[in-house]
Nanobody, 118 residues
Framework: QVRLVNSGGGLVQPGGSLRLSCAASPTSFTITDVAWYRQALGRPRELFATLDIADRTNYDDSVKGRFTISRDSAKNTVYLQMNSLKPEDTAVYYC????????????WGQGTQVTVSS
């Protein structure tokens, strides 16, 4: 069974940085397309970034220039580098992948809390 584990969240001050991880198992499953979602308290879940099999990225304007998706194939892990964090970035962050090519994002990490506050 494919599993994604999110980690790396925490409490940071405005302007700070965090790197979130999305680790996939088993190793026979390789991440091709991945989406990053976040859900702020009292708000619906928001898709804000994607990375496809050709390493093409798409970022929402709210994070463009500040967030970067990358992958480490040796570790079977995708990372989200978050810089210049703002209080409005506070949310639970999730990664998600499709179980089948071109299918819906139906495999989800458990999420990790990011809190940006002074």
């Amino acid at each position: 069974q494919v599993r994604l584990v999110n980690s790396g969240g925490g409490l940071v001050q405005p302007g700070g940085s965090l790197r979130l991880s999305c680790a996939a198992s088993p190793t026979s499953f390789t991440i091709t397309d991945v989406a990053w979602y976040r859900q702020a308290l009292g708000r619906p879940r928001e898709l804000f970034a994607t990375l496809d099999i050709a390493d093409r990225t798409n970022y929402d304007d709210s994070v463009k220039g500040r967030f970067t998706i990358s992958r480490d194939s040796a570790k079977n892990t995708v990372y989200l580098q978050m810089n210049s964090l703002k209080p409005e970035d506070t949310a639970v962050y999730y990664c998600a992948v499709p179980s089948m090519d071109r299918g819906p994002y139906d495999i989800w990490g458990q999420g990790t809390q990011v809190t940006v506050s002074s």
